[in-house]
T-cell receptor, first 114, second 113 residues
Framework: DTEVTQTPKHLVMGMTNKKSLKCEQH?????MYWYKQKAKKPPELMFV???????INESVPSRFSPECPNSSLLNLHLHALQPEDSALYLC?????????????FGDGTRLSIL | GESVGLHLPTLSVQEGDNSIINCAYS??????FIWYKQESGKGPQFIID?????DKRQGQRVTVLLNKTVKHLSLQIAATQPGDSAVYFC????????????FGSGTRLLVRP
């Protein structure tokens, strides 16, 4: 079992809906990440939070809105998504002590946009 | 541009044999590399990592080799088992940020019984 927990596991939503993806870790990691993964492709970085502050936004459209309410939680708010946004959304976390710490992933939320 | 690529998209091996999965990287500034295993319906699972000041690192049944001269990374799995069947990704950290990983395109490992 992964130590990074993502909910829900599956989500189907219409293009006008508003929904949120949630991620939780209790490993004391102070860096948290959102990735998008299309079928048969590698994960692509979307956002990075360090010490609960947004440090990297990989030019993600504003219909994706991340939030880090505390050091254990990471949310991704979704609004007015497009069918091409259907994908597996992965959350990851890592330590910030020193450089080059491995990122640990959750099992993702599989999102389908109707 | 910067990229991490794999030579073989699919690798089929006999159960019990050793597997070697290869990865080429193009950024000479990369100083940290990770191998991940992703099974169907799951997220990437950390297998092993290596820093650029090393050329070999061993784990349980796995060995990662790093050749900085030719910018090549490999993952060796000893005595491959059916449970090893998955997609394997290499990932590199470019050194400029400890946060950003660039993933390779992945290799599917199929283990024949």
């Amino acid at each position: 079992d992964t130590e990074v927990t993502q909910t829900p596991k599956h989500l189907v939503m219409g293009m006008t809906n508003k929904k949120s993806l949630k991620c939780e870790q209790h490993m004391g990691h102070r860096a948290m990440y959102w990735y998008k993964q299309k079928a048969k492709k590698p994960p692509e970085l979307m956002f990075v939070y360090s010490y609960e502050k947004l440090s990297i936004n990989e030019s993600v459209p504003s219909r994706f809105s991340p939030e880090c309410p505390n050091s254990s939680l990471l949310n991704l708010h979704l609004h007015a998504l497009q069918p091409e946004d259907s994908a597996l959304y992965l959350c990851a976390s890592s330590q910030l002590r020193g450089n080059n710490q491995p990122q640990h992933f959750g099992d993702g939320t599989r999102l389908s946009i109707l | 541009g910067e990229s991490v690529g794999l030579h073989l998209p699919t690798l089929s091996v006999q159960e019990g044999d050793n597997s070697i999965i290869n990865c080429a990287y193009s950024n000479s500034a990369s100083d940290y590399f990770i191998w991940y295993k992703q099974e169907s319906g799951k997220g990437p699972q950390f297998i092993i990592d290596i820093r650029s000041n090393m050329d070999k690192r061993q784990g349980q049944r796995v060995t990662v080799l790093l050749n900085k001269t030719v910018k090549h990374l490999s993952l060796q799995i000893a005595a491959t088992q059916p449970g090893d069947s998955a997609v394997y990704f290499c990932a590199e950290n470019t050194g400029r940020s400890s946060y950003k990983l660039i993933f390779g395109s992945g290799t599917r490992l199929l283990v024949r019984p």
